[in-house]
């Protein structure tokens, strides 16, 4: 079954600091990989997505993820933090082809984002 | 609507009692999700339909939880004798069909059991 792990629950960083969210992902077969967010009292919603068209994708609000099979990562960068970027992060997986679980959408534990002044 | 519509927002219950939770999906969108967030428990995936089919319903807890959807719209999840455990918050997602993986979520329904 796909999964996603997320490490670490909480990163600090000053506002101006390079921003980077781990994760990795297990997968038989090429996945396709999403961040989410999830601002204080909002619902969430996509940040970006990863479907195998390239490697490096770029969301919103300045936000890049970068696919490394090698690697099985699929980790989150911004290369300047801003105090409206605290949140709560979650990387995804999407289920494999064929199956009843083709939808499904698995989600990670998620990483809260703290950004100091 | 505009967005995902969930309701209510807030119920809080009694042990032992049902509950169900509402969830009205953006016009047009074939898939239709159900999560449940506790904290520091992330997202736990539940069940989510394609129209009124359910493909997966491998994340339902136990035979308290149901879920359905009719007229490939309105989805209602429902909790049987809830327990405390159950205490959480129920989102709801939709998606123009579930091969996109790019859900739209409402805000959720917090629910407390006593």
């Known amino acids: 079954a796909q999964s996603v792990t997320q490490l670490g629950s909480h990163v600090s960083v000053s506002e101006g600091a390079l921003v980077l969210l781990r994760c990795n992902y297990s997968?038989?077969?090429?996945?396709?990989l999403f961040w989410y967010v999830q601002y204080p009292n909002q619902g969430l919603q996509l940040l970006l997505k990863?479907?195998?068209?390239?490697?490096l994708v770029k969301g919103i609000n300045g936000f890049e993820a970068e696919f490394k099979k090698s690697e099985t990562s699929f980790h989150l960068t911004k290369p300047s933090a801003h105090m409206s970027d605290a949140a709560e992060y979650f990387c995804?997986?999407?289920?494999?082809?064929?199956?009843?679980?083709?939808?499904?959408?698995?989600f990670g534990q998620g990483t809260i984002l703290t950004v100091h002044p | 609507g505009a967005g995902v519509s969930q309701s209510p927002s807030n119920k809080v219950t009694e042990k032992g009692k049902d509950v169900e939770l509402r969830c009205d999906p953006i016009?047009?969108?074939?898939?239709l999700y159900w999560y449940r967030q506790s904290l520091g428990q992330g997202l736990e995936f539940l069940i989510y339909?394609?129209?009124?089919?359910?493909?997966?319903k491998s994340g339902l807890p136990s035979d308290r939880f149901s879920a359905e959807r009719t007229g490939g719209s309105v989805s209602t999840l429902t909790i049987q004798r809830t327990q405390q455990e159950d205490s959480a918050v129920y989102l709801c997602?939709?998606?123009?069909?579930?091969?996109?993986?790019?859900?739209?979520f409402g805000e959720g329904s917090r629910l407390t059991v006593l």
């Open positions: 997602a939709s998606s123009l069909d579930s091969y996109t993986g790019e859900l739209f």
């Open positions: 997968s038989s077969v090429p996945p396709y």
């Open positions: 990863y479907t195998s068209a390239a490697t």
């Open positions: 995804a997986v999407r289920g494999n082809a064929g199956g009843t679980s083709y939808g499904k959408l698995t």
């Open positions: 016009s047009g969108h074939t898939a």
């Open positions: 339909f394609q129209g009124n089919s359910a493909p997966d």
